[in-house]
T-cell receptor, first 112, second 115 residues
């Protein structure tokens, strides 16, 4: 089991550019979560999916953020256009119901 | 989900047991207690969870008081690699509610294990 795989590990982009973060959950896990972590706000839940369907996106900061899960083995988090305040570490996690989450190693995003 | 209260930081000597407290006085009957930790620059790591009985696994033990208003995570023999932020979370378990998937991490307890 390779765990939750996120790519890229690091991303540096200029303000206004589109950024796409990718996540491959653990096979057999039917829940997928996107979190963002900053020093100021800690770990924040952005959105989560159950069986590829978005269940709650109330944590998505604004319309510039969007997430998709086209199949059980892949999800994306897109920011368009990106802004410096989006700089953070973005984590993806997956789980089966009533089990603990397994987190990926995260993507460190820097918007300059 | 019920709110949890943890001390912001604590130190522990290497080789000794680390006892991490968590208060969750408003916990409901169907809410589980989960513990995670986050080692610097890594993703959070699941440690253990329980409902009302004490639980033990290869990483730690979880002791939940009889009234379920508080719990303690025990790392039996702390090592330097246990230095991390430890999060205590309570959340709904079981049933069909989709609220199972929604919980937030608090500030946690920064544990520093010293030689």
């Amino acid at each position: 089991d390779a765990g939750v795989i996120q790519s890229p590990r690091h991303e540096v982009t200029e303000m206004g550019q589109e950024v796409t973060l990718r996540c491959k959950p653990i096979s057999g896990h039917d829940y997928l979560f996107w979190y963002r972590q900053t020093m100021m706000r800690g770990l924040e839940l952005l959105i989560y999916f159950n069986n590829n369907v978005p269940i709650d996106d109330s944590g998505m900061p604004e319309d510039r953020f969007s997430a998709k899960m086209p199949n059980a083995s892949f999800s994306t988090l897109k920011i368009q256009p990106s802004e410096p305040r989006d700089s953070a570490v973005y984590f993806c996690a997956s789980s089966r119901r009533n089990y603990g989450y397994t987190f990926g190693s995260g993507t460190r995003l820097t918007v300059v | 989900d019920a709110k949890t209260t943890q001390p912001p930081s604590m130190d522990c000597a290497e080789g000794r047991a680390a006892n991490l407290p968590c208060n969750h006085s408003t916990i409901s009957g169907n809410e589980y207690v989960y513990w995670y930790r986050q080692i610097h620059s890594q993703g959070p790591q699941y440690i253990i969870h329980g409902l009302k009985n004490n639980e033990t696994n290869e990483m730690a033990s979880l002791i939940i008081t009889e009234d379920r208003k508080s719990s303690t995570l025990i790392l039996p023999h702390a090592t330097l690699r246990d230095t991390a932020v430890y999060y205590c979370i309570v959340r709904v378990g079981g049933g069909t509610t989709d609220s199972w998937g929604k919980f937030q991490f608090g500030a946690g307890t920064q544990v520093v294990v010293t030689p």
